[in-house]
């Protein structure tokens, strides 16, 4: 068969896509047996159950397992924002808003500072139906913390989702990472 530079490139792309998605697949089974393994050898450390949590919801969609494993992590370190922020995460993106608002307000309570908790938040918030709540905070972080991504890609998604297709194009000074750009 003749080289065709238009097919023969879509496939070598394909190919490389589909060898970075099975090497991301391998790395995440890996992960998730090595955070196992963890639990296995100490089943105390909620860092352990926490960091187990994360692929079983995210990446298995196991979220029976998952849900224990947060459950775990908290009961076992009740103070671990962290376990509180990734667990409300999971719970808004699975409907459970209430359990969501708890958790994430307990994450805030435990790291006020948290620029990750605070825009997190205000998904929280909007997924829970405080609309206008959301996008003040997420307006505010824009405002106060220009260089944290998170608050510009939530204002997006939610201008998107309410119909305001305008508002939910970012800029393009909103899309460019500055050097000290974070996300959260």
């Not at 947060?70 to 459970?96: K, M, S, V």
């Not at 970012?170 to 959260?184: F, Q, V």
Request: charged letters at 25%; a neutral charge; glycine letters at 4%.
């Amino acid at each position: 068969m003749l080289w065709n530079p238009h097919r023969d490139t879509h496939i070598l792309a394909w190919q490389g896509a589909l060898g970075s998605l099975l090497a991301q697949e391998q790395q995440w089974t890996a992960a998730q047996q090595e955070f196992a393994r963890a639990v296995e050898l100490d089943p105390n450390l909620s860092e352990a159950h926490r960091a187990l949590a994360f692929p079983l919801f995210w990446r298995k969609r196991d979220v029976p397992a998952a849900e224990r494993e947060f459950e775990r992590a908290i009961a076992l370190n009740p103070n671990d924002g962290t376990a509180r922020l990734w667990y409300a995460n999971a719970l808004t993106f699975n409907g459970e808003h209430e359990k969501a608002l708890v958790q994430i307000n307990r994450a805030q309570e435990l790291d006020p500072s948290s620029s990750s908790v605070r825009a997190d938040k205000g998904r929280v918030l909007y997924d829970a139906g405080k609309k206008d709540e959301a996008i003040a905070l997420l307006r505010q972080m824009k405002k106060n913390e220009p260089a944290l991504v998170s608050p510009y890609r939530y204002l997006a998604q939610i201008y998107f989702e309410a119909g305001q297709y305008p508002a939910s194009f970012l800029k393009p000074a909103e899309c460019a990472r500055p050097p000290n750009a974070r996300t959260a």
